[in-house]
């Protein structure tokens, strides 16, 4: 009875197809935890390490709840490297595979018109770093008009890299009425 399947969750059938595609066969601990409150909208602050699932746990209920038809982005996730955000952008393209969930990837060091023009398509869902993000929302190459859902992923190297101020000048420009989810790893501080 401990191992419960991603059955409970009542996932649509282009998701629960990818997740068989992907083999993951149960939940793991956090994504227990995570998809049921994440599924009803509310707000939450998730202490999770590498390796837990993570991405999945946020990831999963994000692909579930967005409007394919919407062109503009519903979703932001927020990462502290470049390495993370081309990662999470993987992770979340296979799991929104069958719905044709499209993911748009922008960081430092890469042509910002390559991604202007990316930017300008049919995006379901933009992963980033907070220096490269704020600068297309500034510029208004990024409308952030149709977001529902921000991620802020490794909140703690968010913190200790500096980003805190990069970080509060997205949100102030985010809607209001959106929810919003932290992911820390399980340290204090
Ligand atoms: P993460 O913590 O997000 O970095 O994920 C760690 C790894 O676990 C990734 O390779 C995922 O593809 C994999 N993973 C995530 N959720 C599951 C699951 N429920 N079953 C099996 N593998 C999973």
Redesign the pocket.
Known sequence: MSKKS?NEFALSNDITKA?SF???????P??KKVIPIALEKKDLIVK??????????FGIPICEMIEWEENKPQALILTPTRELAA?VKE?LG?IGKFKRIKVAAIFGKQSFVKQKIELSQKNHIVVGTPGRVLDHIQKGTLGVGKLQFLVIDEADEMLSMGFIDQVEAIIEKLPQERVTSLFSAPFPE
């Open positions: 991603f997740l992907l083999n993951f066969e149960h939940p793991t956090v994504q999770s390490q590498t390796g837990s699932g993570k991405t999945a746990a990662q992770d296979l």
